[in-house]
């Protein structure tokens, strides 16, 4: 299938009634969550997991995909405009943003970063295309072998670019390996870690965890700090409007966070916090006004901004091409696609060409909804910050329980969900992040399986496993990775003085 | 302390988790068990968690309320409500177990007193109950106070 073809294609299903409807709610409940500090979009999409079941796999898609694009719009708003990042991808944006609302620009801040999002969205939509595409195309020729590289490579990485200590980080991931080689072995039968329980042998289900992990986690850490909300001031649509030199500014920001956006986003990790901050450091380097950072710089909204959503589109291409996401909200959206018993990967294209073009033609219509819901409606999104957190909890507590029971009617699986969320929270309180070990158990059972069939395949010759062309590419990008910037502190360490 | 003891509970997990897999059938490198992955997986894992548990015993304690401010009586109040619930769904069927808990986390969580969180209990567990087990056809656990609503429907 050609792409243009294709995406015109794409287009008539995305178009269709119901799945503009799904974009609608995916926008308007990703921006919310993004305003709503403690409670991010990994969280909702956890939460919205299990009901993904009552709609169509290219439905679920496209209300994901919005969930993720309308919290990356939405977190920007309570950055720029009361100094809370509702996410970490805005963190940084709080830094210039808040100081242009002292200076009474918020309103231009708030349409450059709408804006600026949605160019970064656009190019990164089109880079998703074709990246995806060739590297659906190439993955065809990839062998056990190669996805073990994969996974390995990926989750060095992973450690590598955490918010956490590499050992944290490490650590998790083990501990997301261990948890899904509990239940039946695939090849053998073999019940492993069932500690005889009879709900294990099917293994631990990915929804409890992935819900408890990120959504009641949420919700505990939440309730843990104080139920104040912050208040501001209303915006009049004529100061949302941004003076020609801003516009002037912005528009070089916007086009280069889109492609740092769009490249970190192919890497595992927290991409588009880290997006965020390489764009930040590149338009101060590059700025023939670095003294004006952290005073009020559009630059410092208009690069961010289009980081942080370039990195959305990026996060999908390891995910559509080669069915490993590198993210949590990959692995949430990889979570609902195994519910409807799709598994993604380099056929995925050729296999299921109406969600994989239909979704990537939501992103656009999500993109616009996004442009022309969220600048006129920015009061209106404002005020979610002054729901009562006393009355948002319980509802999202008995969603995620409902939830989690109506895919399963198991009382271990409610049991899973308490257990994880107790300690995805106490976890967070020592510094760990669920992040590793929610994608260790994702791509867990992928590693598995491929390690297992490249010995069968080798006679057990390790060697012919990691010495394959590209197979030792990535493994060499994995040990580069590790040994490089060991290497490099050793040598610009200066010289212990003697005495 | 709390590192401490994270770094105990870790350690511990992980040579519970390796006994376990040595346990297994590991297999030979032509043909891996079930055991094979396990094996790799605890023995890394007790690398690691040794590791982590020698670091936090050699650190200093950490200072108090290094991880910010924390409103324990909140977050047990919620973390009681959710390990209750499914003991109380087999028992008091959805809509009273729905009451029960939602109402405990409203007092918990100190919202506006007893008869508002009341309300919002009931209206809560009502709605759900509509929602999803009249709405989307889940089937959940019923007694005679959900026999009124499927009877209502018809």
């Not at chain 1, 309308?70 to 720029?80: D, P, Q």
């Not at chain 1, 805005?90 to 918020?106: A, E, H, K, P």
């Not at chain 1, 590598?160 to 980080?169: Q, V």
């Amino acid at each position: 299938m050609e792409m243009w073809p294709s995406l015109v294609h794409g287009f008539s299903v995305a178009l269709q009634p119901m799945n503009l409807i799904y974009a609608l709610a995916g926008c308007i409940l990703g921006t919310v969550t993004g305003i709503l500090p403690g409670i991010g979009p990994l969280g909702a999409m956890a939460i919205l997991l299990s009901f993904t079941l009552y709609i169509d796999a290219t439905g679920a898609m496209i209300l994901f995909a919005g969930i993720y694009y309308g919290a990356m719009y939405g977190g920007s708003t309570t950055s720029i405009l009361l100094n809370i990042p509702g996410e970490n991808s805005s963190v940084i944006t709080c830094i210039d943003g808040y100081q242009m609302t002292l200076r009474g620009r918020g309103g231009a801040a708030l349409t450059v970063a709408a804006v600026g999002s949605f160019v970064a969205g656009t190019i990164s939509i089109i880079g998703l295309m074709v990246a995806a595409s060739l590297l659906g195309r190439a993955a065809l020729q990839f062998g056990p072998p190669e996805f073990v590289a994969i996974a390995v490579c990926g989750f060095v990485l992973l450690m590598k670019l955490g918010e956490e200590s590499l050992l944290k980080s490490a650590i998790m991931i083990f501990a997301g390996l261990a948890l899904c080689t509990v239940g039946t072995d695939y090849l053998t039968g073999t019940l492993r870690f069932t500690l005889g329980v009879e709900g294990l042998i099917q293994g631990i289900e990915f929804l409890p965890v992935a819900i408890g992990l990120f959504g009641i986690s949420e919700v505990l850490e939440t309730a843990s700090a104080s139920l104040d909300a912050g208040r501001a001031k209303k915006m009049k649509f004529r100061e949302l409007l941004p003076n020609r030199e801003e516009w002037r500014r912005s528009t070089a920001p916007m086009l280069r966070g889109s492609v740092i956006g769009f490249l970190i986003g192919l890497i595992p990790g927290p991409a588009p916090m880290i997006s965020t901050f390489v764009s930040y450091i590149t338009e101060k380097k590059i700025s023939k006004r670095p003294k004006e950072f952290g005073r009020g710089a559009i630059e410092g909204v208009a690069g961010p901004e289009s980081a942080n959503n370039a990195a959305v589109g990026g996060a999908y291409v390891p995910l559509l091409a080669l069915g490993i996401p590198f993210t949590p909200a990959m692995a949430m959206v990889l979570g609902a696609l195994l519910l409807h018993n799709i598994t993604p990967g380099p056929n995925l294209i050729q296999e299921k060409p109406n969600l994989f073009w239909g979704v990537i033609a939501s992103m656009y219509v999500a993109n616009f909804m996004l442009l022309f819901l969220n600048l006129p409606m920015v009061n209106v999104f404002v005020n979610v910050l002054r729901t009562p957190r006393q009355i948002l909890l319980p509802i999202i507590v008995m969603l995620s329980l409902v939830g989690v029971y109506s895919t399963s009617a198991s009382a271990l699986d409610l049991f899973i969900l308490g257990i994880c969320g107790i300690l995805g929270f106490a976890i967070r309180r020592v510094g760990f992040k669920p992040a590793p070990l929610i994608i260790a158990m994702v791509i867990g059972p992928m590693l598995e399986n491929s390690l297992r069939q490249s010995l069968l395949i080798t006679g057990g010759d390790f060697a012919k496993v990691i010495f394959r062309p590209i197979s030792l590419t990535l493994y060499a990008v994995a040990v580069g990775v590790i040994v490089l910037p060991w290497l490099w502190g050793r040598r610009s360490k200066p010289p212990v003085p003697k005495g | 302390m709390k590192q401490k003891l994270f770094a105990v509970g870790w350690f511990c997990f992980s040579v519970l988790y390796l006994a376990g897999g040595w346990g297994l059938n590991a297999g030979t490198p032509q043909k891996p068990g079930p055991g094979f992955l396990p094996r790799i997986v605890g023995v890394g894992l007790l690398v690691l968690t040794g590791l982590y548990l020698w670091q936090t015993l050699r650190k200093p304690g950490e200072p108090q309320n290094a991880c910010g401010p924390f409103h324990l009586k909140s977050v047990l109040g919620l973390a009681a409500g959710l390990m209750a619930y499914p003991f109380l769904l087999f028992h008091l069927n959805f809509i009273l177990a729905t009451f029960l808990v939602v109402y405990t986390m409203l007092w918990i969580l100190k919202y506006k007193g007893p008869v508002w969180d009341s309300l919002i209990a009931i209206s809560l567990a009502v709605m759900s109950f509509s929602v999803f087990a009249l709405g989307l056809g889940v089937s959940l656990p019923s007694g005679p106070i959900e026999e009124i609503f499927y009877r209502l429907r018809g």
